[in-house]
């Protein structure tokens, strides 16, 4: 019987659908690119979507090996070796498991979510490297879709990372019909994915505090390597920066460096109040083009690393033919070595590195660092303020590790 005059339900929003069970999706992720500083929010993003963390699959580290036995016959064109790199990642996660993966996610990541953001005019990616994912994807699509003929959906969300609120709707577009999720999933997927990103984020920074704290403490040098996010990877950055390590002098990613305010203000507080800078993260005085993420990252670390006491070198490691980073070769040259900390420049990096001449390299800089390091140290200590926060608590205080080298 029809109802004329009977209440109609309230408006907004619809229940949410019943959760989908995806506890037995794998989910395969090449580590490649700018996933090495944003795979902790892929891995709690899909958590949070209901995949277990066993079947969160990612590639293993680029080499020779898996380029020749899972890319051949994959590559495309392109001058950049870690964007070439990504077709051994794929043909690896399609056809070198042991257990099928059901879907490939390669996100082209247009913007990043770095912790100059606000301090910096854009942060965004490198055009070449938001496209890779797609160009790579053309290799195994030119005779037929290998995707397919797998059984694999191949997912690529386009993201701006650096905006967590439009996030959600991206993820939404593109993975809706390949999870089946629908908005409110990918909103709460999101926030977890950043949860996840900022807690690792943190721990980072907090060890490599500890690290520098350290060196505070004993008055002894580290090295603090400036590269991109890719060059942690052994098969991209040669492991140039472990082999340094064995010499016994510690090693801090510029990406991981700390910001408490704490340090920041006792590195660049005086700075700020003569009004040469308008914060701790602010590179305007070096770097007017601030849009590219990794490089806004790069001229930062090396002003740190130029007023930092106990980093006496950096390693300054570049991509053969990348166009980025070729228009920072001079300015963080110079900055580092404003105040004579040293610095050494790997920027060729390919497929192949003799190891012979990484070795007589390594053997070189240990030996300007053993021989310059205290005067180094000496030379900034004088030019900062005398109660560094690293010695807090301590009975060593700044003023007494300076007059202890004199």
Same mark, same amino acid.
């Given at each position: 019987?029809?109802?004329?005059?009977?209440?109609?339900?309230?408006?907004?929003?619809?229940?949410?659908? @019943?959760?989908?069970?995806?506890?037995? $999706?794998?989910?395969?992720?090449?580590?490649?690119?700018?996933?090495?500083?944003?795979?902790?929010?892929?891995?709690?993003?899909?958590?949070?979507?209901?995949?277990?963390?066993?079947?969160?699959?990612?590639?293993?580290?680029?080499?020779?090996?898996?380029?020749?036995?899972?890319?051949?016959?994959?590559?495309?064109?392109?001058?950049? !070796?870690?964007?070439?790199?990504?077709?051994?990642?794929?043909?690896?996660?399609?056809?070198?498991?042991?257990?099928?993966?059901?879907?490939?996610?390669? =996100?082209?990541? !247009?913007?990043? =979510? #770095?912790?100059?953001?606000?301090?910096?005019?854009?942060?965004?990616?490198?055009?070449?490297? &938001?496209?890779?994912?797609?160009?790579?994807?053309?290799?195994?699509?030119?005779?037929?879709?290998?995707?397919?003929?797998?059984?694999?959906?191949?997912?690529?969300?386009?993201?701006?990372?650096?905006?967590?609120?439009?996030?959600?709707?991206?993820? !939404?577009?593109?993975?809706?019909?390949?999870?089946?999720?629908?908005?409110?999933?990918?909103?709460?997927?999101?926030?977890?994915?950043?949860?996840?990103?900022?807690?690792?984020?943190?721990?980072?920074?907090?060890?490599?505090?500890?690290? &520098?704290?350290?060196?505070?403490?004993?008055?002894?040098?580290?090295?603090?390597?400036?590269?991109?996010?890719?060059?942690?990877? =052994?098969?991209?950055?040669?492991?140039?920066?472990?082999?340094?390590?064995?010499?016994?002098?510690?090693?801090?990613?510029?990406?991981?460096? @700390?910001?408490?305010?704490? $340090?920041?203000?006792?590195?660049?507080?005086?700075?700020?109040?003569?009004?040469?800078?308008?914060?701790?993260?602010?590179?305007?005085?070096?770097?007017?083009?601030?849009?590219? *993420?990794?490089?806004?990252?790069?001229?930062?670390?090396?002003?740190?690393?130029?007023?930092?006491?106990?980093?006496?070198?950096?390693?300054?490691? #570049? *991509?053969?033919?990348?166009? &980025?980073?070729?228009?920072?070769?001079?300015?963080?040259?110079?900055?580092?070595?404003?105040?004579?900390?040293?610095?050494?420049?790997?920027?060729?990096?390919?497929?192949?590195?003799?190891?012979?001449?990484?070795?007589?390299?390594?053997?070189?800089?240990?030996?300007?660092?053993?021989?310059?390091?205290?005067?180094?140290?000496?030379?900034?200590?004088?030019?900062? =303020?005398?109660?560094?926060?690293?010695?807090?608590?301590?009975?060593?205080?700044?003023?007494?590790?300076?007059?202890?080298?004199?």
């Amino acid at each position: 019987m029809q109802t004329w005059f009977g209440k109609k339900a309230s408006g907004g929003s619809p229940p949410p659908s @019943p959760r989908k069970d995806r506890s037995g $999706l794998r989910v395969g992720i090449p580590k490649v690119l700018n996933v090495w500083s944003t795979s902790q929010f892929w891995v709690g993003f899909l958590r949070d979507l209901g995949i277990e963390s066993e079947n969160i699959v990612f590639s293993s580290d680029t080499s020779e090996e898996q380029g020749r036995e899972f890319g051949k016959g994959r590559g495309t064109v392109d001058c950049c !070796y870690p964007v070439k790199s990504i077709s051994g990642h794929y043909g690896e996660l399609i056809f070198g498991q042991k257990k099928k993966i059901n879907i490939i996610l390669s =996100p082209m990541i !247009y913007s990043l =979510p #770095s912790f100059m953001r606000g301090h910096v005019s854009e942060t965004l990616a490198c055009t070449r490297v &938001m496209a890779g994912p797609e160009n790579i994807k053309a290799g195994f699509m030119k005779e037929s879709d290998v995707f397919a003929d797998n059984g694999i959906k191949y997912a690529s969300p386009f993201l701006s990372m650096a905006e967590p609120e439009v996030v959600p709707k991206q993820m !939404y577009d593109c993975l809706k019909d390949i999870f089946g999720v629908d908005l409110a999933e990918c909103e709460h997927a999101v926030e977890a994915g950043y949860r996840e990103l900022r807690a690792f984020n943190k721990k980072m920074r907090d060890a490599s505090r500890e690290i &520098m704290a350290w060196c505070a403490r004993e008055n002894k040098p580290c090295v603090l390597v400036l590269g991109r996010p890719y060059h942690m990877d =052994p098969g991209i950055g040669h492991e140039i920066e472990s082999d340094l390590q064995a010499h016994g002098y510690p090693i801090v990613w510029l990406q991981y460096l @700390p910001i408490d305010d704490d $340090l920041m203000n006792w590195i660049f507080g005086e700075e700020i109040k003569a009004k040469k800078i308008r914060s701790a993260l602010d590179i305007s005085d070096v770097w007017t083009s601030s849009n590219s *993420s990794n490089t806004n990252e790069i001229l930062w670390g090396a002003k740190v690393a130029a007023r930092f006491p106990w980093i006496t070198c950096v390693l300054r490691l #570049s *991509s053969y033919e990348c166009g &980025m980073d070729q228009p920072t070769y001079t300015p963080t040259q110079k900055i580092v070595e404003a105040a004579g900390t040293l610095f050494f420049k790997f920027g060729d990096l390919d497929s192949t590195k003799p190891a012979g001449s990484i070795r007589i390299r390594i053997e070189t800089i240990v030996h300007y660092l053993a021989k310059y390091s205290d005067q180094i140290i000496q030379k900034k200590l004088v030019l900062l =303020p005398p109660d560094c926060p690293l010695l807090a608590g301590k009975e060593k205080t700044l003023a007494a590790v300076a007059s202890n080298e004199k």
